[in-house]
């Protein structure tokens, strides 16, 4: 299908972008690689009166790696930077293995790492990767820019934490612990396909050889990204990873749809962090 | 709503348009430049039949608007074998019966030729990921496989 007519806007300057946003009359969106909106487009799902595209907008294209360590990705950044750029390979390892399964590289390409985030398909990987690394969101509009922590972010289906008039500036990455080992594992029915589970998984080992800290996160089992609090304190506490996956298979209450039912999802989920905890562990130890 | 001009290279000539904002790429490369190479299939993204390169990149025409494509180089099946003659592409996909119907090829063709210009020495995992992005509704991939490994042979004997 087609999609219905709307007014475009590609000016250069981000207060543009932000006063053009600010239009309460109209329902303006922002389009920056279109590779969630303009499918929703195509189909009429979404029918925007303004579309605001960002691509003249030189500063948003911008990924820094500032002093402190932070890895900033501006809101035009491509998600194949992910996976090319040595900074993110290097000092991120874990986005870039889950950014590798986003879709195609024909999407990757031309999808933003801001707009898989402003979207938040409950199913796509970058919410799961931003609430796992403890991402901060930095959220602007014609009055200001404020942020928001990735947990505060997502609230529920295809809903985040923006008010009307305002975008996702940037993401903002904190260094990722030098010691932590890392995994991000995912089941879909085909290659590039919408997970059906993932799971982004963190660990550091202590000086006595046990596990200090642990962080698990999953998409494709809750309306947002899942932490799984219980089964990250028991991997601490001395728990085996089949028992972290064990107590994940319980916490989870994923839906059931016609590409598995729910009762798959919890049993891959628990699969799935045993597995991720298993090779974070071996990447944390050296083993 | 009011008709936007661009300028953009399609296969190496400038060409310019005024075109409504929400003409997708696909239906400006197919009906208003005539190039009807670049097939349209499922129209959302999902079978890379209308995979084009943007700036080097292969990307979905379909999930493109045309007025995105303002000031980028845009190239079609029909750059690839721009004298009549075929590219290594095409000319593996010939060799190794890479296609049946032939409706998805050229998304096929595209896609590859994409990524062993940018990475002539990709692994079998590479090759893979990219036609992971095309769907081919004969199920040909076996001979599909077949042919983009004769292809990165050939272009990166070529490099």
């Known amino acids: ?287 | 709503m009011a008709e936007v001009d661009i300028r953009l290279t399609l296969n190496g000539e400038e060409r310019s348009a005024s075109v409504e904002p929400r003409l997708l790429l696909s239906d400006f490369i197919r009906h208003h430049m005539r190039l009807t190479g670049t097939h349209v299939g499922c129209e959302h993204g999902v079978c890379g039949a209308c995979t084009v390169i943007v700036d080097g990149e292969p990307q979905r025409s379909c999930l493109m608007f045309a007025v995105q494509a303002d000031g980028a180089s845009v190239e079609t099946i029909e750059g690839v074998a721009p004298n009549g003659e075929l590219g290594p592409v095409q000319q593996a996909f010939h060799e190794a019966h890479g296609m049946q119907c032939g409706f998805c090829t050229p998304g096929f063709v595209m896609s590859l030729t994409a990524l062993l210009r940018n990475s002539p020495d990709a692994d079998d995992d590479e090759l893979l990921d990219s036609l992971s992005g095309n769907l081919c509704r004969c199920t040909g991939y076996v001979n599909i496989i077949e042919a983009a490994r004769l292809a990165r042979e050939r272009m990166n004997g070529a490099a």
């Not at chain 1, 290097?90 to 402003?118: F, K, M, N, Y």
């Not at chain 1, 995912?186 to 982004?200: I, K, M, Q």
């Open chain 1, 1 to 287: 299908m087609k999609p219905a007519p709307f007014a475009y806007h590609a000016p250069d300057q981000l207060d543009e972008v932000l006063a053009l946003l600010g239009d309460q009359d109209h329902e303006v969106r922002l389009l920056a690689g279109g590779q969630s909106l303009v499918p929703m487009m195509n189909f009429r799902l979404a029918a925007p009166e303004v579309l605001v595209d960002l691509r003249r907008v030189e500063s948003l294209r911008q990924l820094r790696h500032s002093g402190d360590g932070t890895l900033a990705i501006g809101a035009g950044v491509r998600q194949s930077a992910l996976l090319r750029e040595p900074v993110v390979t290097d000092g991120w390892p874990l986005l870039s293995e889950g950014a590798r399964h986003i879709g195609h590289p024909q999407v990757r390409s031309r999808g933003t790492v801001c707009g898989s985030l402003a979207h938040h398909d409950p199913t796509a990987e970058l919410p799961a990767l931003a609430v796992a690394l403890d991402a901060r969101m930095v959220l602007a509009s014609a009055s200001g820019t404020r942020e928001r922590s990735a947990d505060e972010f997502f609230v529920s289906y295809y809903t985040v934490a923006l008010e009307p008039g305002e975008m996702l500036l940037e993401v903002r990455f904190p260094r990722c612990p030098a010691a932590a080992g890392w995994s991000f594992k995912e089941v879909a029915r085909r290659r590039g396909d919408f997970a059906l589970v993932g799971v982004a998984a963190l660990v550091e080992a202590g000086d006595d050889g046990t596990v200090s800290r642990a962080r698990l996160v999953f998409c494709g089992v809750a309306e947002r990204p899942f932490r799984a609090l219980d089964a990250e304190q028991a991997v601490v506490s001395g728990a085996s990873f089949e028992e972290a996956g064990r107590l994940v298979s319980e916490a989870v209450r994923p839906m059931g749809s016609i590409h598995a039912s729910a009762e798959y999802r919890r049993e891959c989920a628990g699969e799935l962090a045993a597995r991720a905890l298993s090779e974070a562990w071996e990447r944390a130890t050296g083993g």
